[in-house]
């Protein structure tokens, strides 16, 4: 299939090239059409996290290309994440699936969000705005919902540390934050130790400063682990 305003297709003639960034950015020319664009992102999402790390690494990387050489990348990240938000909410209870999205979700917001404005904030045209605007508190709010609901009463260890991966960037959405740090300082309590050993590390990558409050809370618990 080849759309008018892309690139000519290039033929790859080896197994071993369909893992490569190239063709799975070419590949990713067909979000244009609407129909493909969840089965796509599904499969996107399983090669992003559960393939091997070379093609791990391929699908990240044409990812991130694609949205950044889209015509507006701020529309296009947002696609995506809605995209992947309907694929989660559809295979909630399927690990094969959810957990892959959970995880390629985390990445997104992690790269691509940050903040989303007050409506009494000024609108500035700058591409993080535009995308901080398109991007509401209610959609991200809904996603919140949705990243809860993947994860209640799971003993699925992976499903609970791409939950909490998800979480960790959402925090920095003022909107959120409280709600989010309340979760994540549940979720130190779990019974499972390796999701409580994940919250410090998410919280660090995530953003330090913001998660003041949470700090006391992780230094009650490994207290308690002493």
């Not at 893992?19 to 796509?40: F, M, T, V």
């Not at 404005?117 to 609108?123: F, I, K, T």
């Not at 998410?202 to 618990?221: D, H």
Request: aromatic share 8%.
């Amino acid at each position: 299939i080849q759309n008018k305003d892309t690139d000519p297709i290039r033929k790859y003639d080896h197994f071993s090239h369909v893992s490569s960034a190239e063709y799975l950015l070419q590949l990713l020319q067909l979000q244009s059409i609407d129909w493909l664009r969840q089965p796509l992102f599904q499969g996107l999402a399983t090669s992003a996290v559960a393939g091997s790390e070379g093609l791990i690494r391929s699908s990240r990387s044409a990812l991130v290309q694609s949205i950044q050489e889209a015509e507006d990348p701020q529309t296009a990240v947002l696609a995506i994440i809605k995209d992947l938000a309907a694929i989660l909410g559809e295979y909630l209870q399927d690990d094969r699936f959810a957990i892959p999205v959970l995880e390629l979700l985390a990445f997104l917001l992690d790269s691509f969000v940050t903040s989303v404005p007050d409506d009494s904030a000024p609108r500035y045209i700058s591409p993080i705005c535009r995308l901080q605007c398109i991007l509401t508190s209610n959609s991200l709010r809904k996603l919140f919902v949705l990243i809860q609901r993947a994860h209640f009463k799971s003993s699925n260890i992976a499903r609970l540390e791409a939950a909490v991966r998800a979480y960790a960037p959402l925090s920095r959405i003022e909107q959120l934050h409280t709600e989010v740090i309340k979760k994540m300082t549940a979720l130190l309590l779990h019974p499972f130790p390796r999701v409580s050993l994940t919250i410090p590390s998410a919280a660090c990558t995530a953003n330090q400063s913001r998660y003041a409050t949470l700090w006391p809370s992780i230094y009650s618990w490994r207290r308690g682990l002493k």
